[in-house]
C-alpha cells in the first residue's frame, strides 16, 4: 500500500474510514439479521465497499464481530466507571448506580444490547476470549467498588460478582427476546435488589 492521497486522504485514513463504514455496518447487520445470517456480501453491500477491500480491513466476519463486541464492551465499561465514580460510597448508592447505568446504557440502543447478550453467544468459539475478557473487566470493576465497604461480606466476592454478571446477562437476554419485553426500570430494581442481596453482610 503506497502513501498517496487520494481525495484528500492518504491510504492509511482511505484503510481507518473503509473500516468504520464496516463496524457501522456490523453493528446494524450483526444485531438484525444477526452474526450467522451476515455475509461478507452483506457487509459489503450496507459498508459500499468491494470484498478485497473488506479483506484489507478485516480477515473475515470472525474477526469484524470480535472488533464490534469489544468496543461495546469498552464504551460500556466507561460509562458505568464514571457513574460508580461519582456515587456515594455506600454498598446501596455504588450498586445501584453501576446497575443503572449498565442497564440503562446497554438498553439505549437495542443492536448494542443484542450483539453483547445474544450475538456473542451465537458467535461461537470465535468470541470466546473476548467474551471472558468481557466478563473479567467486570468483575473487576465490581470487586473494586465493593471490596472497601464495611458491610460488604467476606465471602469469595469473585464468584459473587461472577454469578450477578450471570443474572444481568440473562435479564437482558430476556429483554432483548421478549414478544413484550419487561420495562427497563424493572430489570434495574430486578437486578439491584440480586446484587444488594448477595453483598451484603
Known amino acids: 500500500m503506497n502513501g498517496r492521497s487520494y481525495r484528500g486522504m492518504s491510504a492509511e485514513e482511505r484503510l481507518e474510514e473503509r473500516r468504520e463504514r464496516l463496524i457501522s455496518a456490523a453493528y446494524d447487520l450483526y444485531a438484525d ?59 446501596a448508592s455504588r450498586v445501584k448506580t453501576g446497575v443503572t447505568s449498565y442497564i440503562s446504557f446497554v438498553t439505549g440502543d437495542r443492536r448494542r444490547a443484542r450483539i453483547m447478550h445474544l450475538e456473542v453467544r451465537r458467535a461461537g468459539d470465535c ?13 473487576r470493576t465490581i470487586e473494586s467498588n465493593v471490596a472497601d465497604l464495611p458491610e460488604v461480606t467476606k465471602a469469595n466476592q469473585r464468584l459473587l460478582a461472577l454469578g450477578m454478571i450471570g443474572a444481568v446477562q440473562e435479564l437482558l437476554i430476556e429483554w432483548v427476546l421478549a414478544d413484550d419485553p419487561p420495562p427497563v426500570g424493572r430489570l434495574i430494581d430486578t437486578a439491584t435488589h440480586i446484587f444488594h442481596r448477595a453483598f451484603v453482610t
Do not use: H, W
Not at 59 to 68: A, K
Open 33 to 91: 439479521p444477526g452474526f450467522p445470517e451476515t455475509t461478507i456480501e452483506r457487509l459489503c453491500a450496507a459498508a459500499r465497499i468491494s470484498n478485497r477491500a473488506f479483506y484489507e480491513c478485516f480477515s473475515g466476519r470472525d474477526e469484524l464481530m470480535q472488533t464490534v463486541y469489544d468496543r461495546c464492551v469498552r464504551e460500556t465499561l466507561e460509562e458505568m466507571t464514571k457513574a460508580i465514580d461519582q456515587a456515594p460510597d455506600t454498598l
Open 127 to 139: 468470541l470466546t476470549t473476548s467474551r471472558q475478557s468481557a466478563v473479567e473487566a467486570f468483575i
